[in-house]
């Protein structure tokens, strides 16, 4: 019978789903020509056990290189790639996903049937969905030349074309069921979601890119204690873009989802565009090398582009470096053996960044339709310009680097550490507020400044014992802060961008405790409310019938006014809040360990963040949340018998809101993402060469390799610690926190054969 508790997570999902990837690779050549083929085939299927999706990839790569004459060499390659994705239409889950549905109601939410008709829910929707798909074509052709008309001068020429097309398929239908939310007649079994899904929806784009570059190289070695090398080049880009959907209702037969077999209203997306963009620069390098000690080099690019306007569009970027092998003098000599090298060098750099909105500086007049009639008729109407920065050009990056490189031992450990600061001035941001009076907003100039600080360190050995045992370890680590250095924001929203932000910053209460009978007195009604004579007053958090009372939480009053809240929400006046975590990964790290012995080789490698905060949200994340179901790990709620629990007392949150009552951002719910997590283990085993070529195989290995076998973390909300806070496909991040794709770890089995 249907009324009982259900495991849709069973129901819904296999344990695990078949993944194959193959590569052939052809290689050969003469003494001029050389030439490679790559043929790759990939496909993977989904854990859903209905409709599961799946993804297939198809790759094609060949190459050639062949030299000519002495002064000539030519090549040339392409690359193909399709990958086809295909998974259930999404009818409610188009809004939210599929996931949310799954695990939004409690375990006896009806996932069976009655008298053999399913009930109405994410499983059924599942069932009976038609594919939608999305196909990809990726291809990419090369072609170039190095010409070498006199000795030591080498020209390169290259030209290369990629071409990308996307199509997107949505057939539309229908899903029937007992639709139980008809409070009328809960076990009628009809159509669910209306006319809205009798539809076909398809979408394509393409974009092409052409980059053709040339330059030249010229070493000259002026004796063995000057060398010189020189380069100078140009270089050009340009990309178009192109993309457009449409849709036509009313399914002719809901078996033939094609647009040209609906017969309803047919409508081009109200977005469709078409843009392109072009850059081209002039380049130039100069390496000195003095006695192979100290060590010189100057760059510079003089580069354009078309997303900025007239007298605007060049910028010019320099960058330079110094290094200094101090190994390589006299007084190093001693301690070589143990120190066995040490290279000391510094540089600046700065870098054109483009990577802004497209044609920002030209103005444009909005447009629409009129909500009135005229004749019977809406019409069109159009705005009024918006104002921009007829000056808008380049936003610059530059960046200060010190470091060192050391070697130990005969150069079996090595050390690499880096400091830099990466300044990126003149970004586009707003200028300077302008009275109302001025009628538009205030156009972006290049005024924004943001500066980053960081930190690098690797670390990597090897060694090979006279028994044959190899060993290689490597291990990293990295560390930025990113500051919001300059920046016109005269009200200093903490929300928003300002003079002085951490990037990355999350703002929050610091949590005192839970309320206690202590804390409160009886109103009219005997209901326990907080007594502000004792207390600071919540009462701004306080809405519908909730108030705090016992087992809710107490936030601590910082600034003393006697009443929690948020002031004006800015630098200056932010009430009880202060700066509690940061969203970015504070230090992230990753090592790595390798052995081979006799053709068996292992190894493994980790990566970890050290910190990276988030605000748990929605039903995941809040008991109470909207009127959704709750998870095994909310058990732990204030009782008067539990007074030490994670959670506060059990109270209606809201429907679908976050940021309220007792779930305000605090210190208290603020999750540590830190994790360290296996990322690859591999055993592989190489046969005797002697085996294997009775047979006609060069070289044979198997292997087994497991990819996120586990992680270690500390977490009382259960999500992964690489989640991000939004995914695709979901309306809103208090809906879709914690709710995203199942994450999977893989095992897989293999053999590398070379003829």
């Known amino acids: 019978y249907w009324y009982r508790e259900f495991d849709p997570i069973n129901m819904f999902m296999r344990k695990w789903a078949p993944q194959q990837n193959h590569n052939l690779t052809i290689a050969g050549g003469t003494d001029n020509t050389t030439y490679s083929m790559g043929l790759g085939f990939l496909t993977q299927m989904g854990p859903l056990k209905y ?85 990809r074509n990726y291809t990419r052709i090369n072609a170039g030349a190095v010409v070498s008309p006199v000795k030591n001068l080498d020209i390169n020429l290259d030209y290369t074309f990629t071409h990308v097309n996307t199509h997107i398929y949505r057939p539309g239908g229908q899903v029937w069921g007992r639709d139980f939310f008809n409070t009328n007649n809960p076990l009628e079994y009809s159509s669910l979601y209306g006319a809205g899904h009798n539809r076909v929806y398809e979408e394509s784009d393409y974009a092409n890119n052409h980059v053709f570059k040339v330059y030249g190289t010229y070493n000259l070695a002026i004796n063995d204690n000057h060398r010189l090398k020189l380069m100078a080049g140009f270089d050009a880009e340009e990309n178009e873009y192109r993309g457009h959907s449409s849709q036509r209702k009313e399914l002719i037969n809901f078996d033939y989802p094609e647009i040209a077999l609906a017969i309803g209203d047919q409508n081009v997306d109200g977005n469709p565009y078409h843009y392109d963009r072009a850059t081209c620069g002039f380049f130039g390098r100069i390496n000195y090398d003095l006695m192979g000690k100290y060590l010189f080099e100057f760059n510079a690019r003089y580069d354009g582009s078309s997303k900025f306007p007239q007298g605007s569009k ?184 300002y003079e002085g932000k951490v990037l990355g910053e999350i703002w929050g209460y610091e949590t005192d405790r839970f309320f206690t009978i202590d804390d409160c007195v009886k109103n009219a009604a005997g209901e326990y409310v907080i007594d502000t004579k004792k207390v600071a007053s919540q009462k701004l958090f306080e809405s519908g019938n909730f108030v705090f009372g016992p087992g809710d939480i107490k936030y601590k009053d910082l600034n003393g006014d006697g009443k929690i809240d948020y002031g004006s929400n800015t630098v200056d006046d932010h009430g009880d809040l202060k700066v509690i975590g940061n969203s970015r990964p504070l230090f992230e790290y990753s090592f790595n360990l390798g052995l081979t012995y006799k053709g068996i080789d292992f190894s493994t490698f980790f990566q970890g963040v050290g910190r990276k905060n988030i605000i748990p949200q929605g039903s995941v994340g809040m008991p109470g949340f909207g009127y959704e179901a709750m998870f095994e790990h909310q058990m732990d709620y204030w009782t008067p018998e539990n007074p030490n629990a994670f959670y506060p007392r059990l109270a209606f ?62 977490s009382k909300v259960p999500v992964d610690p690489e989640m991000t806070t939004l995914k695709s496909g979901a309306w809103s991040d208090d809906y879709s926190f914690g709710r995203t794709f199942p994450f999977s770890r893989m095992l897989s089995v293999g053999a590398q054969v070379r003829f």
């Open 51 to 135: 409709n599961p999706d799946r993804n297939r990839r198809y790759t094609f790569n060949p190459t050639i290189s062949t030299r000519i004459n002495k002064w000539l060499t030519v090549h040339g390659s392409v690359m193909y790639t399709h990958d086809s994705y295909s998974r259930p239409y999404r009818f409610t889950s188009g809004t939210f996903d599929m996931w949310y549905y799954l695990l939004r109601w409690p375990s006896f939410y009806p996932y069976g049937t009655y008298e053999g008709k399913p009930f109405r829910n994410a499983i059924t929707e599942v069932q009976q969905a038609k594919l939608e798909t999305r196909s």
């Open 653 to 714: 949150m809201g429907g679908f809101q976050g940021n309220v009552k007792n779930f305000r951002p605090q210190t208290k719910y603020l999750l540590n993402l830190a994790y360290l997590r296996l990322k690859n283990l591999t055993v592989g085993y190489t046969l005797p060469e002697k085996v294997v070529s009775t047979v006609g195989i060069q070289s044979l290995r198997v292997y087994l390799s497991g990819e996120n076998l586990f992680e270690i973390y500390n």
């Open 314 to 497: 060049w910028g010019f970027f320099p960058s330079g470096s110094i290094g200094w092998r101090v190994s390589e003098e006299s007084f190093f000599e001693p301690i070589k053996p143990t120190f066995s090298d040490l290279k000391l060098r510094a540089s600046f750099g700065s870098i054109g960044n483009q990577d802004v909105a497209a044609n920002a500086f030209l103005s444009t007049i909005g447009q629409g339709t009129s909500s009135w009639l005229i004749d019977g008729k809406e019409v069109p109407y159009f705005g009024i310009p918006n104002a921009v920065s007829p000056t808008l050009t380049w936003e610059r990056v530059s960046t200060y680097d010190v470091g060192a490189d050391m070697r130990f031992f005969n150069n079996k450990l090595g050390f690499t550490v880096d400091w830099y600061r990466r300044i990126t001035s003149g970004m586009h941001s707003p200028g300077e507020t302008l009275p109302s009076t001025f009628g538009q907003a205030v156009p972006k100039v290049n005024e924004g400044e943001l500066t980053s600080t960081g930190l690098e360190l690797m670390m990597d050995f090897r060694h090979e014992f006279s028994n044959g045992l190899g060993i290689t370890a490597g291990a990293s680590f990295s560390t930025v802060k990113e500051v919001i250095t300059k920046y016109t924001n005269r009200t200093k929203n903490i929300y928003g961008i």
